[in-house]
């Protein structure tokens, strides 16, 4: 240990299940594989020799780049189910030549375990910093693997379902098979005002990480975990026209076919107490030409970007549905068999039918 290493970083979390589990999570090496690394990577390798002087090796692979990441060390002490000591070093970044120290004590608690973690040793407050993060998403994946909840014990999305937005989120986690709560929150409610700064719906909340922004939750969300890719894998024409289809409804789409058009059915603001008709009539001409782009972009192919589900798709879905269920958008989605085909498709996903909002 070097004497000159002086920062240390202190965690403490519950998860709900017993110290044992949890014990022999830290220790074991098929459980270490399943969870040892944070979110975004993979345990590519792991030995482990459970034992005080025994050592371990743990090779963690990032998913976006497939760059590897090893640490190891040795165990000071093991005392199941209450205590872990071990020593910490990278082999490679930013920090090879500290070996830190690590102790866990579990405690059980209401039906579950409390963790507090004491990492010492770091030779400077960054490499603490960043340890500090990384560590909270570690024990994101401690927490899926032991607790029966499984991710919905870390991930929740803030947001009523019916919104677009809320929506699409919620599919890309049905397409990721990842397990959350939802908490329907209406949009500018003090509770969503309290994790999303501009009041909006969704925002996700994975243990300590907050994101909000749809698109920024899922690539949150396709990079952190397993499950069939969001982002094109067809190649950088395939992945820019996703992020172009993305871009355009978020800046141009939603404010004709939702704002001006969907929401003018379910808030009617018409002096009449009906549907504001000056609005929808000045909002039917974009939508007519915002469906026709889409519609040539399909170029006979089940989603916009080619033959595999993207992130534009998930975005797209649910306004395309909203529009379906009015008459004037009804009547303009009959003009465009490309879109309503590419909506078929995605209303067969199983993703679609798992998030479909009730609406009465
Ligand atoms: N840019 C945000 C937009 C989210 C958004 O506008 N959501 C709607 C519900 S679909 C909302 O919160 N509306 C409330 C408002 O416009 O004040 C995102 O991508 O998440």
Same mark, same amino acid.
């Given at each position: 240990?070097?004497e000159?290493?002086?920062?240390?970083?202190?965690?403490?979390?519950f998860?709900?299940?017993?110290?044992?589990?949890?014990?022999?999570?830290l220790?074991?090496?098929p459980?270490?594989k399943? $969870?040892?690394?944070p979110r975004?990577?993979s345990?590519?390798?792991?030995?482990?020799?459970?034992?005080?002087?025994?050592k371990?090796?743990?090779?963690m692979?990032? +998913?976006?780049?497939?760059?590897?990441?090893v640490v190891?060390?040795?165990?000071?002490?093991?005392?199941?189910?209450d205590?872990?000591?071990?020593?910490? +070093?990278?082999?490679?970044?930013?920090?090879?030549?500290?070996?830190?120290?690590i102790? *866990? +004590?579990?405690?059980?608690?209401?039906?579950?375990?409390?963790? #507090?973690?004491?990492?010492t040793?770091f030779?400077? /407050?960054?490499?603490?910093d960043?340890?500090q #993060?990384?560590?909270?998403?570690v024990?994101? @994946?401690?927490?899926d693997?032991?607790?029966?909840?499984?991710?919905?014990?870390t991930?929740?999305?803030?947001g009523?379902?019916r919104s677009?937005y809320?929506?699409?989120a @919620?599919?890309g986690l049905?397409?990721?098979g990842v397990?959350y709560?939802? %908490?329907p929150? +209406?949009?500018?409610?003090?509770?969503?005002?309290?994790? #999303?700064?501009?009041?909006?719906?969704?925002?996700?909340?994975?243990?300590?990480?907050?994101?909000?922004e749809? @698109?920024?939750?899922?690539?949150?969300?396709?990079?952190?975990?397993?499950?069939?890719?969001?982002?094109?894998t067809?190649?950088?024409?395939?992945? /820019?026209?996703?992020e172009q $289809?993305?871009?355009? *409804?978020?800046c141009y789409?939603?404010?004709?076919m939702?704002r001006?058009?969907?929401?003018q059915?379910?808030f009617?603001?018409g002096?009449?107490?009906?549907p504001?008709r000056?609005?929808i009539d000045?909002?039917?001409?974009?939508?007519?030409k915002?469906?026709?782009?889409?519609?040539?972009a399909?170029?006979g192919?089940?989603?916009?970007?080619g033959?595999?589900?993207?992130?534009?798709?998930?975005?797209?879905?649910?306004?395309?549905?909203?529009?379906?269920r009015?008459? %004037?958008?009804?009547?303009?989605?009959?003009?465009?068999?490309?879109?309503?085909?590419?909506?078929?498709?995605?209303? /067969?996903?199983?993703s679609? /039918?798992?998030?479909?909002p009730?609406?009465g």
């Amino acid at each position: 240990m070097k004497e000159a290493a002086t920062f240390h970083l202190e965690i403490d979390r519950f998860i709900k299940a017993s110290p044992q589990k949890i014990f022999d999570a830290l220790t074991q090496e098929p459980s270490i594989k399943a $969870w040892y690394c944070p979110r975004g990577m993979s345990v590519a390798e792991a030995s482990v020799e459970a034992k005080v002087g025994g050592k371990y090796r743990i090779v963690m692979a990032s +998913r976006h780049d497939g760059s590897r990441h090893v640490v190891g060390g040795v165990f000071q002490a093991i005392e199941r189910p209450d205590f872990i000591a071990y020593t910490w +070093r990278w082999e490679d970044g930013p920090m090879p030549d500290a070996t830190t120290l690590i102790e *866990i +004590r579990l405690t059980a608690k209401d039906g579950g375990t409390a963790l #507090h973690m004491r990492h010492t040793g770091f030779p400077n /407050a960054q490499s603490r910093d960043s340890h500090q #993060h990384g560590w909270q998403s570690v024990f994101n @994946r401690l927490s899926d693997l032991v607790d029966p909840e499984g991710s919905a014990s870390t991930v929740t999305l803030f947001g009523n379902p019916r919104s677009t937005y809320c929506w699409t989120a @919620r599919l890309g986690l049905a397409e990721k098979g990842v397990k959350y709560r939802l %908490e329907p929150n +209406r949009p500018h409610a003090p509770e969503q005002l309290a994790i #999303h700064p501009f009041g909006r719906v969704p925002a996700m909340r994975d243990g300590e990480t907050v994101i909000w922004e749809t @698109r920024a939750i899922l690539d949150y969300v396709d990079e952190a975990f397993d499950g069939p890719s969001l982002t094109p894998t067809t190649g950088m024409i395939a992945r /820019a026209r996703s992020e172009q $289809w993305i871009s355009a *409804i978020n800046c141009y789409c939603y404010d004709a076919m939702v704002r001006r058009y969907v929401l003018q059915y379910f808030f009617p603001g018409g002096a009449d107490g009906g549907p504001n008709r000056s609005v929808i009539d000045s909002a039917t001409p974009e939508i007519d030409k915002q469906l026709a782009l889409f519609d040539k972009a399909y170029g006979g192919a089940d989603y916009l970007t080619g033959a595999s589900m993207a992130m534009a798709d998930l975005f797209l879905a649910p306004l395309v549905f909203y529009l379906g269920r009015f008459p %004037e958008g009804k009547a303009l989605l009959e003009k465009y068999p490309g879109v309503r085909r590419g909506q078929e498709v995605m209303q /067969a996903r199983p993703s679609f /039918a798992a998030t479909l909002p009730k609406l009465g």
